[in-house]
């Protein structure tokens, strides 16, 4: 169910406004910013549905994606959900 871990507590970088890598926003885990295009802008369009990019690792699809998708958190101890 997780695409990834997430590793960093940071959210987006004040610089760029791009979400951090490994972070509460990463691209990388929870799905691209922009409809069907990677972060890096190596593959826009729809044409490239599905393509993960080499260079960024993020998978091209529509933006809508990251409401659904989910990251998980290694904690040093065990916790129980109820």
């Known amino acids: 169910w997780s695409y990834g871990e997430v590793k960093k ?3 987006i ?3 760029t406004l791009k979400p951090e890598r490994d ?3 990463c691209a990388k ?3 691209p910013i ?3 295009e990677c972060l890096c802008g190596k593959y826009k369009k729809m044409r490239f549905k599905g393509v993960k990019c080499e260079k960024c690792g993020v998978e091209v699809a529509n933006s809508k994606v ?9 904690l040093v101890t065990p916790v129980a959900h109820i």
């Not at 990251?66 to 290694?74: A, D, F, N, T």
């Open 13 to 15: 970088n004040y610089r």
């Open 23 to 25: 972070g509460l926003f």
């Open 29 to 31: 885990i929870f799905g």
């Open 66 to 74: 990251r409401r659904s998708r989910m990251g998980h958190i290694e």
């Open 9 to 11: 507590p940071e959210t």
């Open 34 to 36: 922009r409809d069907y």
